[in-house]
């Protein structure tokens, strides 16, 4: 249906306000207004949600970062940050009648300090630059994202990123010591420090996963880690995914913390095995990949420790790489197992949940009986270590209806993850994609908490409205929706609040 023409008609009156209100403070370049320019912006990695923006800003400076903002608070224009666009659950996709603040043009190193081990950085740095850059020093940063060739620090920040060795190094919020940030008003704050502690209240620790909500980052100090001498990698089969999954809490419980400890069942080492050829065993109903790094005789210790635990779990083979060729190989299934899924299925929906690691084997059951139940199918390929799980649900959106019930099917799979005392995102963060889980989630009076936050950073809800919080009135509504043959399913919304709904509508 076309927009009324008043509408569109608001809408260029409103675009050319703020086209113009960006000229008074950035250079022309800086700008993208043109349909044809600004079209690319229109959806991040969850392309299912797309929304035109008014303009894109490219700020080269802190200064103009701070100019924008300033800008379009005065303009009541909404602002939504991004980095490379990777995110998969719509925190980049532009609001209606707002403007992007692209962060493209922030990608300077500032300084690498091989003393203190840190990297400073500006917010468009990509995540895999930071280790290119430390590389000379025997250093890199931990966190990695399996987009990280092209996802930036800034993005990274705002959604919490994780990544295959996050289980022992821990995920962006244990190795980002400083941020500096613009806020909705345009003043510059830095939040944390490079001292092992700062003072005050720990505000570093609400800003890391907040996704561009509270502010604009400019620069962040991040930590380095020395680059382990060596690393070996187990691959190990089994013959089903519960035995995969026990064999997963076996190894923590046995005091062991790999490196990184990874399972992907058989849909997945089938989908990926004929792209990029990395070994795996197509006949095995799971693969694990078990990492350990450090000195040579620790690797081999845990090694074999690990090694003994997967025996005695099931496991059906085992291969141990022999060279680093050989443990990059067995990684590059992992790593390639999103763009893999794209041989087999038009289309495929990333879910992101976690769940309690003793949950992994119930809970993955349950995956499967959902697929039969939707008639889709799904495969799983997911951080086991951190009990971090991400169905791809596989699907054609050309056939009538098939988006829709792939939705059902991951909303069902994010109620599964609460119902086993996990929660509805592990690192893709909320975005616009898991607005009603979160009140699946949360009671009213933990989100109000969140919207006061919000409100203390951003009280006239300038940057990247709409997201990763839900409205009281949405929880409301989702809670109407969970009513079936007369009784209220949706036990922690209260009463009061789905009475106001009621009575509205
Ligand atoms: C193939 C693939 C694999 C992936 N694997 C992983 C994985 O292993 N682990 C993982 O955690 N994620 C993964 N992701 C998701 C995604 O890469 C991460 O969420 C990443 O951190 C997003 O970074 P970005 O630069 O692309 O941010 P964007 O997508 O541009 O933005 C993400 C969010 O950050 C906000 N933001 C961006 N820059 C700033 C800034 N300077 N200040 C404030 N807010 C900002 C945006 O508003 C948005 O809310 C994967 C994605 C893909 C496509």
């Known amino acids: ?12 009156a409103r675009r050319s306000a703020t086209v113009a209100a960006l000229h008074a403070v950035l250079p022309p370049h800086c700008i993208l207004s043109g349909e044809e320019d600004t079209r690319p912006y229109e959806c991040d990695g969850l392309t299912a949600y797309r929304q035109l923006p008014l303009a894109v800003a490219l700020p080269e400076n802190e200064a103009q970062v701070a100019a924008v903002l300033r800008a379009c608070g005065t303009l009541r224009v909404p602002i939504v940050p991004r980095g490379a666009g990777t995110g998969l659950s719509g925190g980049a996709t532009p609001v209606a009648e707002g403007i992007v603040l692209s962060t493209a043009r922030l990608n300077r190193i500032v300084a690498v300090d091989a003393t203190a081990r840190t990297a400073t950085v500006q917010p468009g740095v990509r995540n895999a630059a930071i280790s290119e850059a430390a590389a000379g020093h025997g250093l890199y940063y931990a966190p990695d994202p399996s987009s990280q060739i092209a996802c930036t620090i800034g993005g990274n920040i705002a959604e919490n990123s994780g990544g295959v060795h996050c289980l022992k190094y821990g995920l962006t919020l244990h190795n980002v010591l400083r941020v500096r940030m613009v806020d909705a008003d345009g003043h510059i704050v830095e939040l944390g420090s490079c001292a092992p502690d700062a003072a005050g209240l720990d505000l570093l620790a609400v800003f890391i ?21 060596q690393a070996r990698v187990i691959m190990a089969s089994f013959d089903s995914v519960v035995q995969g999954a026990d064999a997963v809490a076996s190894v923590i419980s046995a005091g062991i913390i790999p490196a990184g400890l990874e399972m992907m069942d058989r849909t997945s080492v089938r989908m990926v095995e004929p792209f990029v050829r990395a070994g795996y065993d197509t006949e095995a109903a799971a693969i694990l990949l078990c990492e350990s790094d450090g000195l040579p005789e620790e690797v081999d210790d845990e090694i074999a420790r690990m090694g003994a635990v997967l025996a005695r779990s099931g496991a059906t083979a085992i291969a141990v790489s022999r060279d680093e060729a050989e443990r990059l190989r067995f990684w ?5 197992a999103f763009p893999a899924a794209g041989r087999i299925s038009p289309d495929y929906y990333c879910m992101d949940g976690t769940i309690p690691r003793r949950r992994l084997a119930g809970v993955l059951t349950g995956i499967d009986a959902l697929a039969l139940e939707y008639g889709l199918r799904c495969a799983n390929v997911f951080h086991a270590g951190d009990g971090n799980l991400h169905p791809l649900i596989l699907f054609d959106a050309n056939v009538p209806g098939e988006f829709a019930r792939a939705e059902r099917f991951g909303e069902a799979i994010l109620a ?3 119902a086993a005392g996990g929660t509805v995102t592990g690192e893709h963060g909320v975005g616009v994609e898991k607005l009603d889980a979160m009140c699946g989630q949360f009671t009213v009076e ?5 919207i006061a936050v919000k409100q203390a950073f951003d009280p006239a809800r300038q940057l990247n409205p709409d997201k990763a919080i839900p409205t009281l009135d949405r929880c409301a509504q989702y809670g109407r929706r969970k009513v079936d043959a007369g009784l209220f399913q949706f036990a922690r919304a209260p009463s009061a609040c789905y009475a106001q709904e009621q009575e509205r509508s």
């Open 416 to 418: 599964l993850c609460v």
């Open 332 to 336: 590059s299934g992992r790593k390639n």
């Open 446 to 450: 933990e989100i109000a908490a969140f």
């Open 1 to 12: 249906m076309n927009a009324p023409d008043h509408d569109i008609a608001s809408t260029a």
């Open 209 to 229: 996963g907040s996704e561009g909500m509270l502010g604009v980052v400019t620069e962040a100090t991040v930590k380095l880690v020395p680059k382990p001498p």
